[in-house]
């Protein structure tokens, strides 16, 4: 009887060992599954330093334009290239005569930023168009702002974070699409201070009426 109980409790030893070692192979499968994918992610994420030269080089000589996009998308983009936002902000740069006032909320002093993004009131508007323009805002960028922006999302492509790398991968590819219209040959200031909306949507086919 002793025997037979032994004998029961080693196979079912042996059975846990082996559920678990399967288990772990398993286990090691899916991480190396999910590293490969990962590093695939990144690949495709990561812009070449040739490509982004020739984006800055041609981003500087613009003289400006007005970006429309969400004011979560602004907020993402100018978070990284000048060190912080807020989505209510519309300046960047304290008023003039403002330096011996009591602070008050809105008013911001350039030294909390890591970069100056030199965006008085008057170079962001805020859109108010009913239900289809809640959020949107214009930003007059400089060639200046938006090769800071470019710099800043192309080293948040190469982060770890694999959602982050594909959201700033993604805005780098829609500001590369302006970049790309810039045609260094044409007479200047043809197209100073264009539109250009970050604003991808459904066909309209798959809107629902009503």
């Not at 936002?85 to 403002?98: D, F, H, L, V």
Request: with cysteine.
């Amino acid at each position: 009887m002793l025997k037979a109980w032994r004998e029961e409790f080693r196979a079912n030893q042996a059975m846990k060992r082996q559920i678990e070692l399967e288990r772990w192979e398993q286990e090691k499968g899916w991480r190396e599954e999910d590293r490969a994918a990962r590093q695939k992610a990144l690949a495709e994420n990561a812009v070449g330093l040739k490509e982004h030269n020739d984006n800055i080089r041609a981003a500087t000589g613009v003289s400006y334009l007005t970006l429309v996009c969400h004011e979560d998308t602004w907020t993402f983009m100018a978070i990284r290239a000048f060190g912080q936002w807020k989505p209510a902000w519309t300046q960047s740069t304290r008023p003039p005569g403002t330096m011996d006032r009591p602070h008050h909320p809105g008013i911001l002093e350039e030294q909390r930023f890591t970069v100056d993004p030199n965006l008085p009131e008057g170079r962001i508007r805020k859109v108010a168009d009913g239900h289809t323009g809640a959020g949107m805002q214009e930003v007059l960028l400089s060639g200046h702002n938006l090769a800071q922006l470019l710099k800043a999302l192309r080293e948040g492509a190469q982060e770890d974070d694999v959602a982050a790398s594909a959201r700033c991968s993604r805005l780098y590819n829609k500001l590369v699409e302006f970049v790309d219209l810039i045609d260094p040959d044409a007479e200047s200031g043809q197209t100073t201070g264009i539109r250009y909306r970050i604003d991808d949507s459904m066909d309209a086919a798959h809107v629902k009426k009503g």
